[in-house]
């Protein structure tokens, strides 16, 4: 007979987490920000160092605001697992719109503003209408939105272009936050955004749910906020903070509270995950899909506005013409589809 073989048994230690940070590091995250540094490093040196100046930088972040809005309401549109092709003829009919509310018609800004908002709204809800209640495929429904979009656009302004914007409606796309202003606006959603992950933190350790480790999560909070601070340091070193960039902030951290803090949030993955198995859980997957196309069309209303305000600044001609194509929605779309695909559920 062997001898007891609980003294032979040697239990093999476990290997320590000598780098935790890297544990949950996401590959493809890693990646991309990799080339993104590696194409800002050949482009600085490309151009002796003026593609991180102040003031380029600057403007990058005034033309990229419009598409990162439109990608806002895009993403929950592609979780749901639909598509949205008419963002693109959309944000001009509704910036059209607005010139010609503010050009023509002379309407003060807060109305202006609002009309816009609306119909964005009323025709993100028509797209959505055929979608959810018809059940039209959402590509046929928005191709279509795309072509006709376009043109009522040449239809309402005539043939013509409308400019120049006023002076109020030109602020939207073209002031800059006062530095202190800016400066401190960062710092405090910072320090929101900080207490809001600590309290989720906190509760899922109240749930027992797993968690990362407490220095992992400082160092990425600091991290981020050195990034989101220096940033806006580099920007007071020019002009200041523009104004579309923190409205897209602003809409930022309202679409990430809407997708991970609220039931209509939750129910938008469902859908996107199985929508036979959301409608049995007893989700209104109609009215649901519905007020996502809403969300979308209002996001699309905002990017028109600013589209609007911020084209008259350089050359008048340009602020609002029939002319003027629309990009297509891919560059709002790459954005969104990459979100959406790492949140997982849409197909």
């Known amino acids: ?51 991180l100046s102040a003031r380029n930088i600057s403007n990058l972040l005034r033309q990229t605001a419009i598409t990162g809005i439109l990608a806002v309401g895009m993403v929950f549109v592609i979780i749901s697992a639909e598509i949205d092709l008419s963002v693109g003829s959309m944000m001009g009919l509704l910036g059209g719109a607005a010139a010609i509310f503010d050009v023509w018609l002379g309407w003060p800004l807060p109305l202006t503003i609002l009309v816009t908002l609306v119909m964005g709204l009323l025709l993100g809800a028509w797209n959505g209408w055929w979608v959810a209640y018809r059940k039209v495929p959402s590509f046929i429904v928005t191709l279509a939105g795309m072509l006709a979009f376009r043109g009522i656009l040449i239809g309402i302004t005539n043939g013509t272009t409308v400019s120049p914007t006023s002076p109020a409606m030109s602020q939207i796309g073209q002031s ?36 990362s480790s407490s220095t992992a999560a400082v160092g990425r909070q600091a991290i981020t906020a050195v990034i989101v601070l220096g940033a806006i340091w580099l920007l007071n070193d020019y002009r200041g903070v523009p104004t579309p960039v923190l409205i897209l902030a ?26 036979e198995a959301a409608r049995l859980s007893g989700i209104n997957v109609e009215r649901t899909k519905l007020a996502v196309f809403a969300i979308n069309g209002l996001m699309v209303a905002i990017a028109g506005l600013i589209l609007s305000s911020r084209s008259a600044r350089g050359r008048l001609r340009r602020a609002i013409s029939p002319n003027w194509t629309p990009s297509p929605p891919a560059s709002s779309a790459a954005p969104a589809w990459r979100a959406a695909s790492a949140a997982s559920p849409g197909r």
């Open 1 to 51: 007979m062997s001898k007891n073989t609980s003294s032979e048994i040697k239990l093999t230690p476990t290997a320590p987490a000598a780098l935790p940070a890297l544990k949950g590091l996401n590959l493809q995250v890693f990646v991309m920000i990799a080339a993104i540094v590696v194409i800002m490093l050949f482009f600085t040196w490309v151009t002796d160092g003026a593609y």
């Open 176 to 211: 800059y936050l006062p530095d202190g202003i800016g400066f401190g606006i960062g710092v405090v959603g910072m320090a929101v955004f900080i207490v809001w992950q600590w309290r989720g933190r906190m509760r899922r350790q109240a749930l027992g749910l797993a968690t």
């Open 250 to 275: 602003a809409l930022l951290l309202a679409g990430l509270f809407m997708a991970t803090r609220t039931a209509f949030g939750r129910r938008i993955y469902a859908i996107g995950g199985n929508l």
